[in-house]
């Protein structure tokens, strides 16, 4: 069992080009996020899903775009990337977003780098 | 200002007990949370505490919550290598259980 995967581990993109992030989770787990982690800036949700077919907005969702078309992956989008989107990535499961013990498990992370 | 606050290093002897601190500003926090991340990895959930407890105890990890000053902490008796991360306090509030987090204190553990 895999648990949560991600890809691409690391990226170095050129700024406006159009980048997707891979998440996939073989949990069946009904919730899923994507955050972004900065240094001294901790964790920030950018868009977060409950089920499939539904996603939310986070706290810093501009420029982001998810979807959520079936249970298992949860790609997160940039459609034109700027170098304030230089960061690490984290995509995170959990059985459902109804309860302090439906444990978020996460991704190993992307890290990616806009110039 | 910021929903949670900590600070951003400790450094501790190894067998030597370290305590993490952390503050919140929402009185309707729920649950607060503690994760872990080693280097190179993701988060993993350490433990978590119901707002209406005190302290929490499991093996070497002990949470207390003094929900008047609105101050969790985090004690990790004896010590040891293996416990060099970064510790990030959490916090979710009412109906929602996505937690909000810190900016994590990298603990460094040395001989």
């Known amino acids: 069992i895999a648990g949560i995967t991600q890809a691409p581990t690391s990226q170095i993109l050129a700024a406006g080009r159009r980048m997707t992030l891979r998440c996939t989770q073989d949990m069946r787990h009904n919730a899923m996020y994507w955050y972004r982690q900065d240094l001294g800036l901790g964790l920030r949700l950018i868009h977060y899903?409950?089920?499939?077919?539904?996603?939310g907005k986070g706290e810093v969702p501009d420029g982001y775009s998810v979807s959520r078309a079936n249970t298992d992956d949860f790609p997160l989008t940039l459609a034109s990337a700027v170098p304030s989107q230089t960061s690490v990535y984290f995509c995170?499961?959990?059985?459902?977003?109804?309860?302090?013990?439906?444990?978020?498990?996460f991704g190993p992370g992307t890290r990616l780098t806009v110039l | 200002g910021e929903d949670v606050e900590q600070s951003l290093f400790l450094s501790v002897r190894e067998g030597d007990s370290s305590v993490i601190n952390c503050t919140y500003t929402d009185s309707s926090s729920t649950y607060l949370y503690w994760y872990k991340q080693e280097p190179g990895a993701g988060l993993q959930l350490l433990t978590y505490?119901?707002?209406?407890?005190d302290m929490k105890q499991d093996q070497r990890l002990t949470v207390l919550l003094n929900k008047k000053d609105k101050h969790l902490s985090l004690r990790i008796a004896d010590t040891q290598t293996g416990d060099s991360a970064i510790y990030f306090c959490a916090e979710s509030i009412g109906g929602s259980y996505i937690p909000t987090f810190g900016r994590g204190t990298s603990l460094i553990v040395h001989p």
């Open positions: 505490i119901f707002s209406n407890m």
């Open positions: 899903s409950n089920t499939a077919g539904t996603t």
């Open positions: 995170a499961s959990s059985d459902s977003a109804s309860g302090p013990t439906d444990t978020q498990y």
